[in-house]
């Protein structure tokens, strides 16, 4: 396991090198300016004012929830709601994709799973699989279906057996690719989608910050954003304020759409 810095009280662990380590700050750095739709933020609310309140959930023998499963379109906030759950939980982040684990030999995937689950279990944690999808598949028709097969028991187990003094997270772009088993083992699920016209605003604001930007580029920039993710938004507003930069200009509307065309991002525009 790769361990990052600034996280010393997480156990080291042997042999492995299939999750990151990151402490609750460096995720608080990275979840800084996430953007969550109102009914996802009053989810992450409920969930850490339960967090708060274990004994009287104990009193009333009405079971924690620690399984949420997050789904929707790339570049919309999964990734970035895990560092976020996990700064405000002060517990720290232990990330593995899962696409990075699976392996050919016979068993070896199950097995790369328990070793991970294993790992996470030595402390509290907030334990986030990234691209769930990977394995958690209803069977499809390739030759890898019985270690698939396999993986998905072992993953099952694993989530029956997963203590409650730790969170556990899960992403995936594909949630109809899920496995009905694994689907229900979640008590909290999050659904995502591209930004609306006031949360791309919002967003181009964060990212425009003070730079210098001709009078209308904010509203032409909302404009021509539409059908992008957060993480396109980034990348072309970036491009634009490079151009700039180069030109010694401020943030003229231009830029912007040139930047668009140049990044060609994947959008269905009505
Ligand atoms: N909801 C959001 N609010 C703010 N920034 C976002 C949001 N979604 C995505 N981004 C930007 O795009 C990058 C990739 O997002 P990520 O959380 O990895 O998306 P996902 O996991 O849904 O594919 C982030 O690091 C961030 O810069
Ligand atoms: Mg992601």
Same mark, same amino acid.
């Given at each position: 396991?790769?361990?990052?810095?600034?996280?010393?009280?997480?156990?080291?662990?042997?042999?492995?090198?299939?999750?990151?380590?990151?402490?609750?700050? *460096?995720?608080?750095?990275?979840?800084?300016?996430?953007?969550?739709?109102?009914?996802?933020?009053?989810?992450?609310?409920?969930?850490?004012?339960? $967090?708060?309140?274990?004994?009287?959930?104990?009193?009333?023998?009405?079971?924690?929830?620690?399984?949420?499963? @997050?789904?929707?379109?790339?570049?919309?906030?999964?990734?970035?709601?895990?560092?976020?759950?996990?700064?405000? +939980?002060? +517990?720290?982040?232990?990330?593995?994709?899962?696409?990075?684990?699976? !392996?050919? !030999? #016979?068993? /070896?995937?199950?097995?790369?799973?328990?070793?991970?689950?294993?790992?996470? =279990?030595?402390f509290p944690c907030v334990l986030f699989l990234d691209e769930f999808d990977a394995i958690a598949r209803t069977r499809d028709s390739n030759d890898e279906v019985k270690e698939m097969a396999r993986a998905?028991?072992? #993953?099952?187990?694993?989530? =029956? %057996?997963?203590? =409650?003094?730790?969170?556990?997270?899960?992403?995936?772009?594909?949630? &109809? *690719? #899920? %496995?009905?088993?694994?689907?229900?083992?979640? =008590?909290?699920?999050?659904?995502y989608s591209l930004p609306d016209f006031g949360r791309r605003q919002h967003y181009i604001e964060i990212l425009l910050g003070d730079f210098r930007c001709e009078a209308s580029a904010l509203t032409e920039?909302?404009? #021509? +954003?539409?059908?992008?993710?957060?993480?396109? @938004?980034?990348?072309?507003?970036? &491009?634009?304020?490079?151009?700039?930069?180069? /030109?010694?200009?401020? $943030?003229?509307?231009?830029?912007? &759409? %040139?930047?668009?065309? /140049?990044? &060609?991002?994947?959008?269905?525009?009505?």
């Amino acid at each position: 396991m790769s361990k990052s810095n600034g996280s010393q009280r997480i156990p080291r662990a042997k042999g492995i090198d299939m999750a990151t380590v990151y402490s609750p700050k *460096e995720c608080g750095k990275k979840a800084r300016h996430l953007i969550l739709p109102d009914f996802n933020q009053r989810i992450v609310d409920e969930f850490i004012a339960i $967090l708060g309140m274990r004994e009287e959930f104990e009193e009333h023998h009405v079971p924690i929830p620690n399984k949420i499963v @997050m789904y929707g379109p790339p570049g919309t906030g999964k990734t970035l709601t895990a560092f976020y759950m996990a700064n405000l +939980l002060e +517990l720290p982040l232990v990330l593995a994709r899962l696409d990075a684990i699976i !392996h050919s !030999h #016979l068993g /070896e995937t199950g097995s790369n799973i328990r070793k991970i689950f294993d790992y996470a =279990d030595t402390f509290p944690c907030v334990l986030f699989l990234d691209e769930f999808d990977a394995i958690a598949r209803t069977r499809d028709s390739n030759d890898e279906v019985k270690e698939m097969a396999r993986a998905v028991n072992t #993953l099952l187990q694993c989530l =029956d %057996d997963f203590g =409650d003094k730790s969170i556990m997270m899960a992403a995936t772009n594909l949630e &109809k *690719e #899920l %496995d009905q088993a694994i689907w229900r083992r979640f =008590d909290t699920k999050m659904t995502y989608s591209l930004p609306d016209f006031g949360r791309r605003q919002h967003y181009i604001e964060i990212l425009l910050g003070d730079f210098r930007c001709e009078a209308s580029a904010l509203t032409e920039a909302c404009d #021509l +954003l539409e059908g992008c993710s957060f993480a396109d @938004m980034e990348q072309i507003v970036l &491009k634009a304020k490079r151009k700039a930069i180069i /030109e010694r200009q401020p $943030l003229l509307r231009g830029y912007l &759409k %040139d930047a668009y065309d /140049e990044y &060609k991002p994947d959008v269905a525009k009505i």
